[in-house]
């Protein structure tokens, strides 16, 4: 696999480090598929504690979390990282987007949401809108324009 995917812009470097968190064993091996095919290193949590552990002990470009979780949900996932005022852009994949939450907390909105079951090239998107939103200068809190 070259450096630089072909969907890579010349002179950009394409490799991002990413934490998966998902507590769904084949949704995880298909996420770090999808991810290491793009050119990442991924690092995978099982639910959303053992995601704030990863995030506290190591330096991400990007988190990618499920909203269902044992232990710990993607909401309140995204509660102890806004509160935390990490600025890492986050994409919640889930069947169960709690969207009254974020009515009623909206800076609880991760950056994108894609709902399952989702398409890969969607989940591509996302993921390269996300990594271009992570290099961006931002505000803890502060939803992107």
Same mark, same amino acid.
């Given at each position: 696999m070259s450096p630089n995917p072909p969907s890579a812009l010349p002179g950009e470097n394409r490799s991002t480090r990413i934490l998966l968190a998902e507590d769904?064993?084949? /949704? +995880? !091996?298909?996420g770090v598929r999808i991810l290491s095919r793009m050119g990442h290193s991924v690092d995978t949590a099982f639910d959303g504690e053992d995601a704030w552990e990863a995030l506290n002990r190591g330096s991400y470009g990007l988190l990618?979390?499920?909203? %269902?979780m044992p +232990?710990?949900? =993607?909401?309140?996932? @995204? %509660? !102890?990282i806004r509160a935390a %005022?990490?600025?890492?852009?986050?994409? @919640? /994949?889930? =069947?169960? /987007?709690p969207e009254?939450?974020?009515r009623l907390r909206p800076w609880l909105r991760p950056d994108f949401i894609l709902q399952k079951p989702f398409e890969v090239p969607a989940l @591509? !998107?996302?993921i390269e809108s996300a990594i271009r939103l992570g290099t961006s200068p931002r505000t803890a809190g502060m939803e992107p324009a």
């Open positions: 769904d064993p084949e /949704i +995880r !091996r298909l990618l979390t499920d909203n %269902a +232990r710990l949900s =993607g909401l309140d996932l @995204m %509660a !102890r %005022a990490l600025l890492i852009p986050v994409i @919640m /994949i889930s =069947g169960s /987007i009254e939450s974020f @591509m !998107r996302s």
